[in-house]
Each structure stands twice: as C-alpha cells, then as structure tokens.
C-alpha cells in the first residue's frame, strides 16, 4: 500500500490543537536483562555500546511516531514536486485525462451535500464553493443565517464569492456595488440608480445548518427537499466537541465512496494490516509485525433501513488483534453507521472505557468525476482531547487507503461479483433512487465543441 505522500491527490489537513507546550516523558532504562549486561564493572563497558545504540535507535523511533500521531503537518498540494516529476494538480490533471472511466451512472445525484463547516462562515463571512458543477457563494448575514446563492453578478458577471461583502442579509458586489438579497436573489440596492432593476436576481438555494456543518440541497429539476439530514444530539446539545477535520479532493465518482459500505470483504483486504505499516520510514520488520502479529479484524453487514427510504445501514464491529494465536489479546470497537442520502456517512463508535463518538464523514461531487471528501470527527468531552487525536490519525491512515484506490480506479457497471462479494448490487439499486431522468450525464466534450 502506498503511503500518504505518494498519492496523487490534494490533501488539506486541520487538527485542533492542545494548549500548552508538547512534551516527551520517557522512562529510566533496566540497568540489567537480555538486552543490557548484568555487571557493570569498567572491563566491561565496551559492551554497552551496542546497546546504546539499540536503545537510542528505539527512543528515537517512539519520538518519531509520537510526533506522527500527535502533531500532524499541513500537507501544502505541491510538496515535493520532484519525487513526482509534476505539482499534484498537474498530476490530478494528468491522471483525468488519460485514465478509463467506463460506463458511469449521472454525474450527480438528487440530495443534500455537505459545503463547509459552520466555523468556517462567522458572522459577515463569504465563501466561495463549486457544488455539482455549479458555482456559488455562501456567506452568513447579520440575521445568523447561512445563504446560498449563484456566485456571478447578474451585471457584468464578477464572482460575488471573491471580494464581495455582507450588507445585512445582503450580499454586495465588489466590481459596482450592487446588493443582492439572500433570501430570494433579487437586487435590492444599485449605489447610482434610485431603483433597482427588477430582472436583475441570483437563483437561491436550499441550505440547512446543523451537527456543526452547513449542507446544501441539490435536485437537477429543481424540487424542494423530500427529506432531511437528522440532527445529532450529542453535537447540538454540546456534549461532544469537534477534534478536527480533514478534506481530500480527488478524481471519482461520488457514488463509489458510499458504495464502501456495502463492500463488506474489502475491510478485511485493504484494511487488514496495522495502520502504521505503510509508513515508508519504518524498517521492514516493524511492518511486518504489523501485517502478522498485531492487525485490524472487522466484521460488517449492509442492510437498507426499514424506516427511511433514503438511509442505509451498517452493522461494524473492530476487533484490534495482538498476537492471535499465542497471547490473544484483542480491543474491541464497536460501530453503527447510517449511510444517509447520497453523500453523508455517519459513524457513532463505542471504543474500549467507554470512548463515545462519531466520524461525520461527507462527499461532495464538486465536477464531473471531481470528489471532495470531507471528515470530521466528534469526542466526548468527559475524554481528554489527545484520545481524539489518536482516534483521528488512526482512521486516517486507514481512509487514505481508500483514497488511493478511488482516485484511479475505474467504474465498472457490470462487475465480476462472486458470492461472498457482498450486497454490492442491492446497494446499487438503493442508491439510484438518488438519480432521476434529466440528472447531468458525464461527457468529455466541453460545451463549446472541444473534445479532450
């Protein structure tokens, strides 16, 4: 398996931080055992050099993965631009272009979808966002609420989510100053006209903020919602905090991540081997050891809900195994998620002493075969925040697995299943429940005749 720096793909990472400094404690070595010899008379010093060596090669090994697990870099788009010959979005443009996609379903599908987080939109606050092939601008007005609206000015087409500014409930254009309402679009102010012209509006859209996030209704007919995102009580009621959240945008169908869900064997392929076992800078045995004596055992079940047509469920349990066979000791994790509409996962966990929390996992088509996939993580408070953090990198490392199959793998509408596959195909019926007869078919024609 390929690890984090070498996958072709964007990555932006945002942990929330401890206060107060970091610090390493580290223990008093045994003067005496196996790995030190017992006398400590100066003829035999020459002998504790070697296990000098072992214990400073060690030591610096445990820092080494503390540092990884407690205090995880920014990942910048074009780090090491060299060991790839291209800047990552060179290669995501790259690999687009000449990959297979086959035969896909439309390219976005009916239902709500995650925008940005609420933090990200305080008050006054304007955001730029590309949703289903659309191009819009979120911003929050002076009532508290969030907004949607098309980004370009119906005057002379400035993008409204670049350098515009909140008036009230009211959105101005920085190119001439013109005010439009969030609520429903129409221009309310021109600076050098006494009135302002009536045909001039912005199409709105539904938006919903909740469970720390704004999410955005998309239908291509242009219907109101049939649904909605349920609320989770633990966040609204504050009993659970945010750790942090990462955002990965790379090349695929929106349709294959959620699909994961139902792809029971691949947990127990992909997913199989210690997290930290693809680290690069771990020496082969260490990897070993986590491919053999200590590994990841999932057991998992798909079902379609009895209750709400649009949620499908998944019954998980994670079984954290050391030394099978011999010792046999084991941590186990248990996990419910509802798989809600096209595009929202949500993981609730019961870790071992009680750990109580949940993933929020979204993913946005933002373009044709474009995903941005976002992932955010919620611990309660009574935990100190250094479990979440841990939490957090753990199922990272086993997220990026899956990104680095997502982004070059190809969709196969008629695939190869053979019986413990898994409900792979039942799943597939559920889902396209989300599509609807004019829903956008991809097409690698541009508009204007160009064919890539």
Request: glycine share 8%; proline share 7%; hydrophobic share 40%.
């Amino acid at each position: 398996i390929k690890p984090v720096a070498n996958l072709n793909v964007e990555i932006s990472l945002l942990i929330v931080s401890t206060s107060g400094e970091p610090s390493v404690h580290l223990h008093p070595i045994m003067t005496s055992g196996w790995w030190l010899p017992v006398s400590s008379s100066l003829d035999s010093c020459w002998v504790y050099l070697p296990a000098g060596l072992f214990w400073g090669w060690l030591v610096y090994r445990v820092v080494l993965w503390l540092v990884h697990v407690f205090w995880l870099p920014h990942v910048n788009e074009n780090v090491n631009p060299e060991r790839f010959g291209l800047p990552k979005k060179d290669l995501l443009t790259k690999i687009k272009l000449y990959r297979e996609y086959g035969e896909l379903p439309p390219m976005y599908p009916n239902g709500w979808f995650h925008v940005c987080e609420s933090a990200e939109l305080a008050e006054g606050g304007v955001k730029r966002l590309d949703v289903c092939g659309l191009h819009l601008v979120a911003f929050r007005g002076e009532d508290g609420v969030v907004y949607v609206t098309d980004a370009y000015c119906p005057h002379m087409g400035a993008n409204l989510g670049t350098g515009g500014t909140v008036v009230g409930n009211c959105i101005e254009c920085p190119f001439h100053g013109w005010q439009f309402s969030g609520k429903d679009g129409s221009c309310t102010h021109v600076p050098y006209e006494q009135r302002p012209p009536s045909g001039a509006t912005l199409n709105t859209y539904t938006c919903e903020e909740l469970n720390g996030s704004v999410f955005l209704w998309y239908d291509c007919d242009g219907r109101e919602p049939t649904w909605r995102v349920d609320p989770i009580d633990e966040i609204e009621n504050g009993d659970w905090r945010q750790v942090g959240y990462t955002t990965h945008v790379f090349n695929s169908h929106v349709q294959e991540i959620a699909e994961n869900s139902a792809d029971e064997v691949h947990f127990q392929i992909l997913h199989f081997p210690l997290v930290y076992s693809d680290l690069p800078e771990l020496p082969d045995f260490v990897r070993w050891f986590g491919r053999h004596l200590v590994y990841h055992d999932f057991s998992v079940k798909w079902s379609r809900s009895e209750e709400q047509s649009h949620v499908s469920l998944m019954d998980m349990s994670h079984t954290f195994r050391f030394f099978p066979g011999t010792l046999d000791l084991s941590v186990f994790t248990k996990l419910d998620a509802a798989v809600t509409g096209p595009g929202i996962i949500v993981f609730r966990h019961l870790g071992p002493w009680g750990a109580k929390g949940c993933f929020v996992y979204t993913f946005t088509p933002i373009g044709p075969m474009r995903v941005k996939f976002t992932r955010t993580f919620w611990l309660s408070k009574r935990l100190p925040l250094w479990i979440g953090k841990f939490f957090m990198t753990c199922e990272l490392t086993q997220m990026e697995r899956d990104v680095m199959i997502w982004h070059n793998k190809k969709y196969l509408s008629a695939p190869a299943l053979v019986k413990n596959d898994g409900p792979i195909r039942h799943f597939r019926k559920w889902y396209s429940q989300f599509y609807s007869e004019n829903s956008p078919k991809f097409s690698m024609k541009q508009k204007d005749g160009l064919d890539w």
